[in-house]
Structures are given as C-alpha cells and as structure tokens.
C-alpha cells in the first residue's frame, strides 16, 4: 500500500489549497479514505472521512462549511479541498485508509508521508 499526498504549501488566512492523495498498491474503490492532520506539538487530529463511493462523507466540526472531501475511484486519487483557511488548520496533513465506517473518527490502517499546510500572512 502506498498513499502520497501532495499540494501543501504557504497560503494567507481566508485562502484556498487542494490536497491530493496518490494511491497504489490496493484496489481504492473498495476502501474507506480519510484525512487526518497533525498540527505542532499536538496529536493526530481527524479532519474528514468518505465511503467507498464517495455517496457518504463526514466532517470535524472544525472544518466543516470549509473542507470538501472528494475521491475519483477511476484515477484512485483522493481530494481536500481547503477553503475559508485559518492559521489554526496550520498542520501536516496526511491521507489514510479505513475499513469501518462506524470507525470513521478513530480507525486508520495505513497513512501517507504527509504535505505541509502553514496558513500565515
């Protein structure tokens, strides 16, 4: 299994970001995708989670109304669509695969390397 996620950079407060997730090794229509975070000298932070299908998706209050989790099950890429950004979303962002969806907060099986995301003006 192999997860890369990429778009990460330097934005201002109240920008946009497209975080995007390579996925190999697996066959990605069949599993559950989420987007977890790590801001400095916290724990991982869940941010959002979608279904196989991509019909069903949930959000952390704290992003919800300004993230959109997406997938394309026929490139096998998955999406973070970032907007309205505040300093406090200041984080690694990594990509990881579930197999639960009653689990959708806690479980992760595997996780990428992660992409910076530092909103600052």
């Known amino acids: 299994v192999q997860l890369v996620e990429s778009g990460g950079g330097l934005v201002q407060p109240g920008g946009s970001l497209r975080l995007s997730c390579a996925t190999s090794g697996f066959i990605f229509k069949t599993i559950h995708m989420k987007w977890v975070r790590q801001a400095p000298g916290k724990g991982l932070e869940w941010v959002a989670s979608i279904t196989t299908g991509g019909g069903r998706t949930a959000y952390a209050d704290s992003v919800k109304g300004r993230f959109t989790i997406s997938r394309d099950n026929a490139k096998n890429p998955l999406y973070l669509q970032m907007d309205r950004l505040k300093t406090e979303d200041t984080a690694i962002y990594y990509c990881?695969?579930?197999?639960?969806?009653?689990?959708?907060?806690?479980?992760?099986?595997?996780r990428g390397q992660g992409t910076q995301v530092t909103v600052s003006s």
């Open positions: 990881a695969t579930f197999t639960q969806w009653s689990l959708y907060r806690t479980q992760a099986a595997y």
